[in-house]
């Protein structure tokens, strides 16, 4: 009867860890449409003639619409009445289609429109397919989240990577992404299965949103978030434009662009490791340290080997506790506001990402890239002072390397 077991134990491990690969690549290739106008947006200004201010609002546009479908799919109960992998499908489908609206948009205003479109859908993709991995794993959810935050960092990084490829137009990015984010939605659909651990969701209700706020470790987890996300994608949304002009080179800033952002998907497998072991504040503390140190120094002169090491450095940790905040929040949250508590969190955090997108080239076009970056240093400051707290709430020591 052991040796039966034991066998039953290795071959769900098995099961297991296919899901998580089959999910991931399914992440991966869904979310490649999030970032498709960043990474050709030299392109998208000269074709339209935009502003540095009209530019920022086609990534803006993608954050506002995702927090508008995400709350809307939070308030109608569509993520418990639909299983997870058709909203993935639905979504990854949508924002493909939407996606390609780039292509026969006359001009920026409908080209907005259809960028906010491209965000709304994705909104069924990222929060459904966690949930989907998440019926896999009872324990190591940490590390297994952590996964899939890697993926999705890996398909934001992707546009970058197909605009490296010589002689390709604009047109060509956003067709390829296109097909890459419907790919992933029937991989999702057609490859991937659920697990046996269905994942406790309940309905968000707006009217309970102060009661959820009300409990301090999960005020203390979405003011951490907050700090997090004020940071993480304006650095994102500019890097690629930032390396472009340093290098004076498109090319090798989409390439470089690509590179920083994707090695954030080893900094959340790194995180998901060790969260679950140290605990959420303690890694999600070293992560806000490393990178907010990093905005405050990579945008001053410097040797361009120094340049491109702290945008590594940065690209690595910048994202590497992003799946941390929300796992503090269902650990800390009364378990009948759990629902309510991620949507506040998620929503108001993709809100404040619409400041330092909009916030970083209006501060570079004054004072320079190092002023411009250093902005968002305040971010992961506020992230490290609310997490200290949570971590004392939790009496679990925190450890800051110097």
């Known amino acids: 009867m052991k040796a039966t077991n034991h066998v039953e ?25 999030w970032f498709s106008a960043s990474a050709v947006l030299p392109q998208l200004r000269a074709r339209w003639d935009l502003s540095t201010g009209t530019g920022s609002w086609l990534t803006i546009a993608v954050q506002l619409g995702f927090v508008v479908g995400a709350v809307v ?40 429109l259809f960028r906010g479109l491209t965000g709304a859908f994705l909104a069924a993709v990222y929060p459904p397919a966690m949930k989907a991995v998440a019926t896999w ?12 935050v890697g993926a999705l960092t890996l398909g934001s990084a992707a546009p970058h990577l197909v605009n490296t490829a010589g002689g390709m137009p604009w ?52 003011l951490g978030y907050f700090g997090h996300m004020w940071e993480l994608y304006a650095m994102w949304a500019w890097i690629g434009v930032f390396f472009a002009e340093r290098f004076e080179s498109a090319r090798v800033g989409s390439l470089l ?23 959420r504040a303690p890694i999600t503390i070293l992560a806000l ?50 629902g309510t508590a991620l949507t506040v969190q998620l929503a108001s955090g993709f809100v404040l990402t619409v400041a330092t997108i909009w916030l970083v080239p209006v501060i570079e076009e004054a004072a320079g890239w190092g002023w411009a970056f250093a902005a968002l240093a305040p971010g992961p400051v506020l992230g490290v002072l609310a997490m200290q707290r949570l971590g004392r709430l939790e009496r679990v020591p925190i450890h800051v390397a110097s």
């Not at 794993?137 to 899939?148: C, K, P, Q």
């Open 9 to 33: 134990d290795d071959l769900f491990v098995v099961r297991q860890r296919s899901a998580l690969v089959r999910l991931s690549v399914s992440m991966f290739l869904a979310m490649t449409t």
């Open 137 to 148: 794993f009872r324990e190591r959810r940490g590390l297994a989240l952590g996964v899939m």
């Open 171 to 222: 047109e060509g990015v956003v067709l390829a992404t296109s097909v890459a984010t419907a790919a992933g939605g029937l991989l999702a659909w057609f490859w991937a299965g659920d697990g046996p651990y269905p994942f406790p969701q309940v309905a968000f209700d707006p009217r309970r949103a102060r009661e959820a706020m009300a409990n301090r470790g999960v005020r203390l987890a979405t």
């Open 73 to 112: 799919l939070a308030a109608t109960n569509i993520s418990d009445l639909v299983a997870p992998r058709m909203l993935v499908l639905i979504g990854a489908t949508g924002a493909a289609v939407a996606n390609l609206g780039l292509l026969v948009a006359p001009g920026a205003t409908v080209a907005i």
């Open 257 to 279: 662009a690509f590179v920083v952002i994707g090695v954030g998907a080893a900094g959340s497998i790194v995180a998901g490791l060790l969260g679950d072991r140290w605990g």
């Open 289 to 338: 340290v490393a990178s907010g140190s990093m905005a405050l120094v990579i945008g001053f002169s410097g040797p361009a080997v120094l340049v491109v090491a702290f945008g590594v450095i940065w690209g690595f940790w910048v994202v590497a506790d992003s799946a941390q905040f929300s796992t503090a929040v269902t650990e800390h949250a009364d378990p009948a506001l759990v």
